[in-house]
């Protein structure tokens, strides 16, 4: 476990990068903030792929949740649930991604970007069946976000893993509790 800073202490080292308040008190990163320059890069991407995207949110958030479920990541899984629902996804979309083919709410589009995900979590290539109906949908900005999303968020679930960041305030634990086999 990697040591979780104090609110002081990871707003100090926050300023020291131009880092937000709002990243700083949350736990991820005030694990991150151990190292602050690393804590201020990653903030930059993720602020390009959650507020400044090009791509639909709901797609983001399919791929950010299959990728949390897959590997098991609380965190991350849980934070976006959260985040998804102030998206106004319903739960069935949102938990759909725990058993994808059973989920009736999911278009063909839908189940393509839960299976690039997959495919780049097990082999990291999208298959050629796949990217053609992916290619259909989204034009090449978008595409280009889905495989950074995908990539961007399956570091973050080893690194959020690996350092044990525990969940934030007032987030809930697995929905249902129900966690990945």
Not at 83 to 92: I, Q
Not at 144 to 167: C, D, H, N, Q, S
Request: proline share 4%.
């Amino acid at each position: 476990m990697i040591a979780l800073l104090s609110i002081d202490d990871a707003l100090a080292a926050a300023k020291q990068v131009g880092l937000d308040e709002r990243f700083a008190s949350l736990n991820a990163f005030r694990v991150m903030l151990n190292n602050p320059r690393a804590a201020g890069a990653v903030a930059n991407l993720l602020r390009t792929l959650m507020f400044q995207n090009t791509l639909n949110s709901r797609a983001r958030e399919l791929v950010i949740l299959r990728t949390g479920w897959r590997t098991g990541s609380e965190y991350e899984f849980c934070q976006h649930v959260r985040v998804s629902r102030d998206l106004k996804m319903s739960e069935e979309e949102i938990l759909g991604v725990r058993d994808p083919d059973r989920c009736a709410s999911y278009s063909d589009v839908d189940r393509a970007t839960i299976r690039m995900a997959d495919e780049l979590l097990d082999r990291s290539q999208v298959s050629a069946e796949t990217w053609a109906v992916l290619a259909k949908k989204f034009s090449s900005a978008e595409l280009v976000e889905l495989l950074l999303v995908a990539g961007f968020w399956r570091m973050i679930a080893g690194y959020l893993k690996t350092a044990e960041v525990p969940l934030d305030p007032g987030v809930p634990s697995w929905p249902d509790g129900r966690k990945p086999a």
